[in-house]
């Protein structure tokens, strides 16, 4: 398997094993729609090894430690289990080691897929495949999604109370980083993201106002934003009575950076509709967004885990000749203005990546402001500079 690759399974029982040539801890989490556990009891390891459906196998140093699962025995309301390795020795990372995980017909031994996840550095704990339910029937995807600070953020990040230091970020991509939480701002007015770079909040007390290069979790209420939202993008001529002609696209991303499509005026939906483009506006001039795309959160494909969208000029007209660009994130079924990015600064420039949404490993997404110019004037030449930037 290679990374967001997936299978169907075609026992009801597997085995997720995982060598090394050293000896590890293999753990599974269960895991509701919402991407976190329901209790610290969903956390299935060597302290702990069984729970509903699932359970822990050591191998005793002889043999590779395995997470089983059964799935016509996981409870109701759990969607997937996430099998994990990390180190036994303290401290210890993934450089050098190339840990492979087997998933086996666990009554019949045989093998139904392998998966050796590429690139690995400063990890310390891997989620490294994910037993998930979609559409009634259950499949294995390969994952391969480092850690730096080892099992206890992994844990942390789905949801399980640990006694250690809160989780940091997953050092691999896509993820984007994890910071301290925001200081609260009063509930009348809009939500100012932390003003530390990378700083992340959600969307618990409104309208977020991001900063070039700051993050906020499309979370609310505890739950993911998980439906139709509108990115809307607008511009204005620097000088009056000069048209500007101007082009939004996004760009989706599988996990390895790899360009899955591209969605702009020229092909208005992409991802079986996922993603739709409301069309091209020749002039920038009125009030209100220039252009909208719509995306489905919940109807985007296992494997877009990137998007980032950007603003073009076809006819090599520079950002310094526009005036209060700026980018929206909305509710597409309520209109409520959720995030917005004000772009403060321009370069003499035809391209600028606006914001990028990433889609962690719990679940949920995430929004950063980017504000960042290339030379370019089709999403074309978009594409290879945006995967550099996820």
């Not at 729970?51 to 699962?69: F, H, L, M, Q």
């Not at 109701?76 to 998933?103: C, H, L, N």
């Not at 889609?359 to 995967?387: I, L």
Request: glycine share 12%.
């Amino acid at each position: 398997m290679t990374p967001g690759s997936n299978i169907p399974l075609a026992a009801a029982r597997v085995a997720v094993d995982v060598t090394a040539p050293v000896r590890l801890d293999v753990s599974g989490l269960l895991l509701t729609a919402d991407g976190k556990v329901r209790s610290d009891d969903d956390f299935i390891f060597y302290n702990q090894p069984s729970g509903p459906g699932v359970t822990y196998r050591s191998g005793g140093g002889a043999a590779p430690d395995a997470i089983i699962v059964d799935t016509a025995a996981v409870p109701a309301g759990i969607e997937k289990i996430v099998v994990t390795a990390s180190p036994d020795a303290a401290g210890q990372t993934f450089q050098g080691i190339e840990p492979t995980a087997t998933i086996r017909d666990a009554d019949g031994d045989s093998v139904l897929a392998t998966f050796t996840p590429p690139r690995l550095g400063t990890e310390t704990a891997l989620v490294i495949v994910e037993i998930y339910l979609r559409g009634g029937a259950w499949k294995a995807r390969a994952v391969g999604q480092g850690y730096a600070n080892g099992l206890a953020g992994i844990a942390t990040d789905f949801g399980v109370s640990v006694d250690e230091e809160p989780a940091a970020a997953p050092v691999a991509e896509p993820a984007a980083p994890v910071a301290a939480a925001a200081p609260v701002a009063p509930a009348s007015a809009p939500v100012a993201a932390p003003a530390a770079t990378g700083g992340k909040i959600n969307l618990d007390k409104g309208r977020v106002d991001l900063q070039k290069n700051q993050t906020v979790s499309l979370v609310k209420g505890g739950r993911p934003l998980l439906s139709q939202v509108k990115m809307g993008l607008g511009w204005e001529p620097a000088f009056r009575g000069k048209d500007i002609d101007l082009d939004a696209s996004v760009i989706a991303y599988g996990p390895q950076r790899n360009h899955l499509d591209s969605c702009y005026f020229g092909k208005l939906s992409i991802l079986n509709g996922a993603i739709k483009h409301s069309g091209d506006n020749l002039t920038g001039e009125g009030a209100g967004d220039d252009e909208v795309i719509v995306v489905d959160l919940g109807r985007l494909p296992a494997d877009a885990t990137g998007l980032v969208f950007t603003v073009n000029s076809f006819t090599g007209q520079k950002f310094t000749e526009v005036a209060k660009a700026y980018c929206r994130l909305l509710d597409a079924a309520t209109g409520e203005e959720l995030v917005r990015f004000d772009l403060t600064s321009a370069e003499p420039q035809t391209g600028v990546m606006m914001a990028k949404l990433i889609r962690q490993f719990s679940g949920e997404w995430e929004m950063t402001a980017m504000g960042e110019f290339v030379k370019s004037r089709t999403v074309r030449g978009m594409v290879k500079p945006a995967a550099q930037a996820l």
